[in-house]
């Protein structure tokens, strides 16, 4: 079972950037790995995917501003923020699983990983 890491949350002001990383503790190539986050008081939702063939995709309030990247050479996805927003304010984390099916492909944004990290916080203050 592949372990997760999060790092790279921190405080920013509306506009600015952060880039969230998620170390792995097995070889990424295989999986399917996403980012998700948590806003108080508020369910958990998807932010971005990236499949084991290269496919990706994003949530509709962050398309255009976040850019979620996996270097298989380091076992490590990330997580580009620019433009940041208030309502990204949440606990940000990377989740996986090796060698997701078709089932990715019909929720490839909120997929149900198996796998997940123990988050790291992002604030974003106006």
């Known amino acids: 079972q592949v372990q997760l890491v999060e790092y790279g949350g921190g405080s920013v002001q509306a506009g600015g950037s952060l880039r969230l990383s998620c170390a792995a503790s097995?070889?990424?190539?295989?999986?399917?790995m996403g980012w998700f986050r948590q806003a108080p008081g508020k369910e958990r939702e998807g932010v971005a995917g990236?499949?084991?063939?290269?496919?990706?995709r994003y949530a509709d309030s962050v398309k255009g501003r976040f850019t979620i990247s996996k270097d298989d050479a380091k076992n490590t996805l990330w997580l580009q923020m620019n433009s940041l927003k208030p309502e990204d304010t949440g606990m940000y984390y990377c989740?996986?699983?090796?060698?997701?099916?078709?089932?990715?492909?019909?929720?490839?944004?909120?997929?149900?990983?198996?796998?997940w990290g123990q988050g790291t916080q992002v604030t974003v203050s106006s």
């Open positions: 990236i499949k084991w063939d290269r496919s990706i």
């Open positions: 989740a996986a699983e090796r060698w997701c099916g078709s089932l990715w492909d019909g929720s490839p944004v909120n997929y149900h990983y198996p796998t």
């Open positions: 097995g070889y990424t190539s295989t999986y399917c």
